[in-house]
């Protein structure tokens, strides 16, 4: 677009805010026009030591990382193996396939958002004081999490569409919860009841 105007019409400010976290009387506008980095084939590395993330995938399109070792990662937080976050929508059809996450201090794996991700027969473990944790949280949707080993720690599988599929994992000594909001949607916007709107 060579020109945009954007008017934002709101006669009445409500006190709940958009998401937890968020103050009530305030919001945040983003307008993005990249490109994110497409058709990665990312296999074969070693990502350890690093001082907060193993790798942070923020935004791409028809990845496929396999073969990886994603093992003691982070001082400071988040400190996963892997995050994918700040691409939001820009990050779907992403393979996971074949990686070891090994004691990463925050966790193994984090999803915040994206679209069409496989994870498909990873490890992840811890053999240290820090347990590892899985996290996909309801803004991932239409991902598969199957036939991967989990060893300590906990998993937490989230879906607001409810499309998500969840098959032959081997969990050993670890806790598992799936959190299905109910939203409906998951680009992270608070709707209004229909009822509601005028």
């Not at 490109?35 to 995938?57: E, I, K, W």
């Not at 996909?136 to 409810?162: D, E, M, P, Q």
């Not at 949607?185 to 009841?193: I, P």
Request: hydrophobic share 35%; charged share 20%; net charge neutral.
């Amino acid at each position: 677009a060579k020109f945009l105007n954007l008017e934002f019409n709101q006669p009445e400010v409500t006190d709940k805010p958009f998401h937890s976290g968020a103050s009530a009387n305030s919001w945040v506008l983003s307008i993005n026009n990249f490109l994110p980095p497409v058709d990665v084939y990312f296999h074969h590395n070693r990502m350890s030591g690093s001082r907060r993330l193993g790798l942070a995938l923020c935004g791409g399109q028809r990845w496929i990382l396999e073969n990886n070792e994603f093992i003691g990662n982070g001082g400071t937080p988040p400190a996963y193996g892997v995050d994918l976050e700040d691409g939001w929508e820009l990050v779907y059809d992403i393979v996971f396939r074949n990686n070891i996450f090994r004691d990463n201090a925050g966790g193994g794996l984090v999803v915040c958002a994206g679209s069409e991700l496989l994870f498909e027969r990873n490890l992840f473990e811890s053999t240290h004081k820090q347990p590892s944790r899985v996290v996909l949280y309801g803004r991932a949707y239409n991902y598969f999490f199957v036939n991967n080993t989990i060893k300590g720690g906990t998993v937490n599988f989230g879906s607001r569409t409810g499309i998500a599929t969840i098959s032959g994992n081997t969990y050993e000594n670890c806790t598992m919860k799936v959190v299905y909001d109910g939203k409906g949607v998951a680009d992270g916007l608070y709707r209004k009841n229909k009822d509601d709107c005028v």
